[in-house]
């Protein structure tokens, strides 16, 4: 077990295209070992979530999980859970606004217009397929998330910056008043 360090912006990983994991190299000791390591990353840092380009690994692979999270206290818990090849189905044009925040943009928060209803179809972390419908945070989480695999970032989808926040800043003036 390992805690691995994250890129920060800047860092061209972060904008690069992911490469898809094969199903051979996803079931060998050393992938699995990755995983296990970026799930405690996650968890160092009190991420909701985090992807493998955010710990400079080019691969399609995100882990998400939500328990008590000191960086977003109003969450409700999301079971722990492996995405690996993640497909992205919206079931819905209607957005909304998340405040969001990332491990590699350090103390800033945004907002961000997201889908409020999607699909991800996955491979977990035993190659057996997955799909989920999430609504509302948790399928912004994974938009979020899912965005890393493509290279984006959460600024990228900031369409008013000028919520563009520091977290002292947004914990005084809007924390919990939307
Ligand atoms: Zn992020």
Known sequence: MAILKVAAMGNPVLRKVSEPVTAEELLCRPFQTFLDDLIDTMREYDGVGIAAPQVHVGKRAAVMEVHQNPRYPQL???????FINPLVTFLTDEEFDMWEGCLS???IRGKVPRKKKIRVDAWDRQGQ???MDAEGVFAAVLQHELDHLDGKLFVDRV???STLTFLKEYQRYFAGKD
């Not at 409700?76 to 492996?82: A, I």
Request: glycine share 0%; no cysteine; net charge negative.
């Open 105 to 107: 943009v350090p103390d």
């Open 159 to 161: 369409r008013d910056t």
């Open 76 to 82: 409700p818990d999301f079971p722990l859970t492996v």
């Open 129 to 131: 397929t997955i799909s």
